[in-house]
């Protein structure tokens, strides 16, 4: 049972334009959220987060939305870039200090130049 | 800040062998973390420690699989008799407890392949 769910496994969009990666979780226990992004043959790597308490959270060129009542979460990028093509995971935990993240499968952005 | 290191980068063994995975997190970091990464998922845990205490450890996906956090600083993870289905790569994270908004930092992790 897939407690984080990234339906779409790839995306490709033109360089300069937008790009939204989307994230639906199941357990309502959850209330801290991260996005990571992985290259090829590296650990993921830390992006932007977001609490509960919030429904945005913004950090240069990427933002996060959050939907509590649809559990649902968003990762826009703008604009987008030939080296943000990487994969990205959604993840999830009960709280802020808890030490276990649940993730997505992933979305795999490509940004075609 | 030198990052979370892992060693080896790749690992190739034959079924039925023990390997061992070496993680130094970052220095200052008192949770360090275990994970595995199939092909087409995403990382899923296995374990972590909270200095050199082992916290949870009842996702480690069966009793060949072992980790150690002896001194509260680097962690060993080992797989004993591999077996085909263990080819993955093994992630190690670390985190600073109590860090506002604490997050997770991955090393590159130990692609492992069993033959």
């Known amino acids: ?113 | 800040d030198t990052g979370v290191s892992q060693d080896p980068r790749h690992k190739i063994t034959k079924r039925g062998q023990n390997v061992t995975f070496r993680c130094d997190p970052i220095s200052e970091h008192n949770r360090l973390y275990w994970y595995r990464q199939t092909l087409g998922q995403g990382p899923e845990f296995l374990t972590y420690f909270q200095n050199e205490a082992q916290l949870e450890k009842s996702r480690l996906l069966s009793d060949r699989f072992s980790a150690e956090r002896p001194k509260g600083s680097f962690s060993t993870l080992e797989i004993q008799r591999t077996e085909q289905g263990d080819s993955a790569m093994y992630l190690c994270a670390s985190s600073l407890v109590g860090a506002t908004n604490e997050k997770l930092f991955f090393g590159s992790g130990t692609q492992l392949s069993v033959l």
């Open chain 1, 1 to 113: 049972d897939q407690q984080v769910k990234q339906n779409s496994p790839s995306l490709s969009v033109q360089e300069g334009r937008i790009s939204i990666l989307n994230c639906d979780y199941t357990n309502s226990m959850f209330d801290y959220f991260l996005w990571y992004k992985k290259y090829p043959a590296e650990g993921p790597t830390f992006l932007i987060s977001i609490s509960s308490i919030k429904d945005k959270n913004e950090d240069g060129r990427f933002t996060v939305f959050l939907n509590k009542s649809a559990k649902h979460l968003s990762l826009h990028i703008v604009p987008s870039q030939p080296g943000d093509s990487a994969v990205y995971f959604c993840a999830a935990r009960p709280g802020a200090g808890s030490y276990q993240l649940t993730f997505g499968k992933g979305t795999k952005l490509s940004v075609i130049p």
